[in-house]
């Protein structure tokens, strides 16, 4: 079975710091992966994804991350952080050939003037 | 013109009753899901159905009865409701394997 693992529960930054959230996943086959931001009382936006080719995803407002294979990782990072980026943000797998998603628990992305 | 949407957003309810969600897409997609979001926010996912058939039942239990009158509605009953019931749940919908998952705006149940 797949698993993932957010390390932090809570990251706070100063706007315009860089920030950079873990992620790490746990499978024996292929994966896809995706990070989806949730903003308060909203439902799930998707940022970026994985499923093949390049390590190194871009997603929407500034968003990237980077597939790291030999260390089962797919951290979100981005250069400069905004007040409007604080929300909730998951990471998720899923096994090639199956429709699945498995979240982890969420990291909170506070951002503070 | 929302992608996904959920009814009713916000639902208030005693201890006992039934209740339904209903989920809309209009994607085109043939694959739908119901997430359970509880309050630390965990996200799991509870069923899956394919051109109207089910594919995925996450250990749910059998109050929980989902129902797919066509690809583009998936409805969720639930009977005998119990506190514990108290979440937000999330549709989803996509197309094909491993393609992205679009999420309804979640429906607050709260339970008393």
């Known amino acids: 079975a797949q698993s993932v693992t957010q390390l932090d529960s809570q990251v706070p930054v100063f706007e315009e710091a860089p920030v950079e959230l873990r992620c790490n996943y746990s499978?024996?086959?292929?994966?896809?992966l995706f990070w989806y931001v949730q903003y308060p009382n909203q439902g799930l936006q998707l940022l970026l994804k994985?499923?093949?080719?390049?390590?190194l995803v871009k997603g929407i407002n500034g968003f990237e991350a980077e597939f790291n294979k030999s260390q089962t990782s797919f951290h979100l990072r981005k250069p400069s952080v905004h007040i409007s980026d604080t929300a909730e943000y998951f990471c998720?797998?899923?096994?090639?050939?199956?429709?699945?998603?498995?979240f982890g628990t969420g990291t909170r992305l506070l951002v503070s003037p | 013109d929302t992608a996904v949407s959920q009814t009713p957003k916000y639902l208030v309810t005693q201890m006992g009753n039934d209740k339904s969600i209903k989920c809309e897409q209009n994607?085109?997609?043939?694959?739908m899901y119901w997430y359970k979001q509880d309050s630390k926010k965990f996200l799991k996912i509870m069923f899956s159905?394919?051109?109207?058939?089910?594919?995925i039942n996450e250990t749910v239990p059998n109050r929980f009865s989902p129902k797919s009158p066509d690809k583009a509605h998936l409805n969720l009953h639930i009977n005998s409701l119990e506190l514990g019931d108290s979440a937000v749940y999330f549709c989803?919908?996509?197309?094909?394997?491993?393609?992205?998952?679009?999420f309804g705006p979640g429906t607050r149940l709260l339970v008393l």
């Open positions: 998720a797998v899923t096994v090639t050939g199956f429709q699945k998603l498995v």
């Open positions: 499978s024996s086959v292929s994966v896809y």
């Open positions: 989803a919908s996509s197309q094909g394997t491993g393609e992205t998952q679009y």
């Open positions: 994985y499923l093949s080719g390049s390590t």
């Open positions: 159905y394919n051109n109207k058939e089910l594919i």
């Open positions: 994607l085109g997609h043939d694959t």
